[in-house]
């Protein structure tokens, strides 16, 4: 995106006019501090049916960033945004409006289609083929060339045209995967004149994804995830898995071992073993066990007291919440035990890390007597104690 003088923005070729309302009402839903990676010139595509006034259906798995999309380009225009699930709930009277009743009798009021339709908002219709009848019906004749609807409850049985800055959006799963969604009803879908299919992105791309949610990314591990996430993606494509392993799920198991501390494994439990099926499920337990492997290293060297240890990989402590970053330089400040046991030796020490306290005081040789190699992401030392970031 690139931003241009006389208040507009260019995605790829495409201008577009950005809205500079000063009004608190349209404010509101304006989006805010979003960040979307491009991939296959899909912001292009969108400006193009935006500047031509064209409703877009984006059909693709989930989480693969059709809302995204186009509440990016909502924000970056100063376009307000609303979106509205059609998922079985929702009723014709939320969609249209209805009539209620108070004290001086009844009145009209207005549902979200037809107040973002008045108002010039961006209306974003999501699982648009769970939708019911009464709501494709309504749908279908705003898509009509004369683009209106009647507010046939209404007692004026009011026209409403939409406001020139209205958009319409709809997304929807392709429907043989996902189970209580109907196939897109053959007159809607001919009616959208740009239908766009949204995929995966590359894993390049998603990488970048990745680096646009999270202040810093490990950037190898998060590439050993995407990796993961590919290789099931194809499984799932194959129909040999129900679960689909999208960027959504990427982002949340890759949150949630940073939250851990590094446990990806642990990690995968919290944000995806709990929604998977039973096979799926070890599926993705196997893959998570063989591609990032020691869940706890076990050291058995003779580490006595003030021996100096040198951390070739990030450190994870059970017992503090600071990672011990590569590189840093630790002194044994109590001797570790035999916990014995047909585990062998477990590690128990407590370490110091030279400068959280006073530097001065501790004399550090300059060549480490060991250097700890952690081969595996995941690989975890237990460490009883360890002090303070420095
Ligand atoms: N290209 C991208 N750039 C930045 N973030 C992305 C991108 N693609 C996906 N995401 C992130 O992935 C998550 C899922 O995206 P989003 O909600 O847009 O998917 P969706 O296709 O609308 O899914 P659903 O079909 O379930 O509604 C969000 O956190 C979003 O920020
Ligand atoms: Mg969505």
């Known amino acids: 995106m690139i931003q241009l003088k006389n208040k507009q923005v260019k995605f790829g070729k495409v201008h577009l006019h950005v809205n500079k309302s000063a ?69 014709v009277d939320e969609f249209v409006g209805k009539i209620l009743i108070d004290e001086k009798g009844t009145y009209w009021t207005d549902g979200i289609l037809v107040d973002a339709m008045r108002n010039g908002h961006w209306l974003l219709i999501d699982e648009i083929n769970a939708g019911l009848p009464e709501i494709l019906f309504v749908l279908q004749s705003l898509l009509d060339d004369d683009k209106y609807i009647v507010l046939s409850d209404k007692k004026d049985r009011e026209i409403v045209r939409p406001h020139p800055n209205f958009r319409l959006f709809a997304t929807c799963n392709p429907s043989d995967n ?6 897109m009803n053959k007159a809607l879908l001919s009616r959208f004149p740009i239908v766009l299919e949204i ?28 990796d993961m996430a590919n290789d099931l993606r194809n499984g799932y494509k194959e129909h040999k898995m129900d679960f689909c392993f999208s960027t959504r799920e990427l982002i949340n198991w890759y949150e949630m071992q940073e939250f851990t501390g590094g446990d990806v494994k642990l990690a995968a439990k919290y944000t995806i073993l709990g929604k998977c099926n039973k096979t799926d499920k070890e599926v993705i337990e196997q893959h998570v066990q063989t591609r990032f492997k020691a869940i706890e290293k076990e050291y058995d060297g003779d580490l006595k007291v003030g021996t100096v240890i040198r951390a070739e990989a990030n450190i994870v402590p059970y017992s503090t919440k600071d990672t011990v970053p590569a590189g840093s330089v630790l002194r044994v400040i109590k001797s570790p035990w035999d916990r014995g046991g047909n585990i062998g030796m477990t590690v128990m020490m407590k370490l110091e890390r030279p400068g959280a306290h006073d530097p001065s005081k501790i004399s550090l040789p300059k060549k480490p007597d060991i250097v700890f190699k952690l081969d595996d992401l995941s690989g975890r030392i237990r460490i009883e104690e360890a002090t303070a970031t420095l």
């Open 23 to 91: 009004d608190p009402q349209h404010d509101q839903f304006v989006p805010k501090g979003n960040k979307y990676v491009d991939h296959d010139k899909m912001l292009e595509t969108l400006a193009h049916a935006i500047e031509a006034d064209k409703p877009v259906l984006l059909i693709g798995e989930t989480g693969t960033g059709k809302t995204s999309a186009v509440r990016y380009l909502a924000q970056e225009t100063g376009n307000a945004f609303r979106r509205l699930n059609l998922n079985g709930a929702t009723t």
């Open 178 to 183: 996902y189970s209580g969604t109907k196939e």
């Open 199 to 226: 995929g995966f992105p590359t894993p390049d791309k998603e990488l970048d994804v990745m680096k646009s949610k999270f202040k810093s990314v490990n950037e190898d591990l998060a590439s050993r995830m995407i």
